[in-house]
């Protein structure tokens, strides 16, 4: 039976729900720049993994970082090394396309405040 893992809403937050083929039930929510995972109401995943602007990620990404601590919660101790990795790569995965150069993020500051103060750019 395959898993009911969803990508729920996409954008600030993105959320995934739904239980693993297993039966675990997976809440993942990325907003704020914090991923969260919980998997049977256990926190397995906790990170401040970029600025507190971003609330958008990659739904495959969301996805496999959702599997991926449900497969870290549910491993055996023999398996936990591997089942570590596969959660460490997710989470890479995740965080590589919100990386931004400084200049960057001090560009989206400027156009945020000139935003606020209804100005456009």
Do not use: K
Not at 47 to 56: P, T, V
Not at 78 to 93: H, I, K, S, V
Not at 109 to 116: E, G, I, R, T, V
Request: hydrophobic content about 40%.
């Amino acid at each position: 039976m395959p898993d009911s893992l969803r990508v729920t809403t996409f954008l600030a937050p993105t959320q995934v729900t739904g239980t693993t083929a297993d039966g675990q039930a997976v809440y993942l929510r990325f907003r704020w720049g914090r991923v969260t995972v919980d998997v049977d109401d256990a926190v397995v995943v906790s990170e401040q993994i970029s600025d507190d602007l971003d609330g958008a990620m990659d739904p495959h990404a969301a996805l496999r970082l959702a599997r991926a601590a449900a497969g870290f919660q549910a491993a055996t101790p023999e398996d936990r090394p591997a089942a570590r990795e596969e959660l460490a790569n997710a989470l890479a995965t995740v965080r590589r396309p919100l990386e931004r150069d400084a200049e960057t993020d001090q560009r989206m500051a400027q156009d945020m405040d000139a935003w606020l103060r209804g100005g456009t750019s």
